[in-house]
């Protein structure tokens, strides 16, 4: 079972937050709550929770629980 929350942190101004992240789609756009920067994915990346996450997206871990560590 995947893990649903990630705390993502802004390479803006460095503070953190802790959202839910969707089962069905990847984020490709978040607007930090606190300086109101726009994050988008790093390359080769898929999603914000990917690029700035403590955990990766649902679909990245259920691969890594498959295939083993990316």
Do not use: I, W
């Not at 503070?15 to 109101?36: N, Q």
């Not at 690029?51 to 990245?60: F, L, W």
């Amino acid at each position: 079972m995947p893990l649903l929350e990630s705390t993502l942190t802004c390479p803006q101004c460095g503070k953190s937050s802790v959202e839910t992240m969707p089962t069905d789609a990847c984020l490709f756009f978040y607007d930090c709550p606190h300086c109101g920067a726009r994050l988008k994915p790093k390359p080769g990346d898929c999603c914000v929770f990917c690029s700035y996450g403590n955990v990766p997206c649902p679909p990245v871990q259920a691969k890594r629980a498959h295939c083993g560590p990316v």
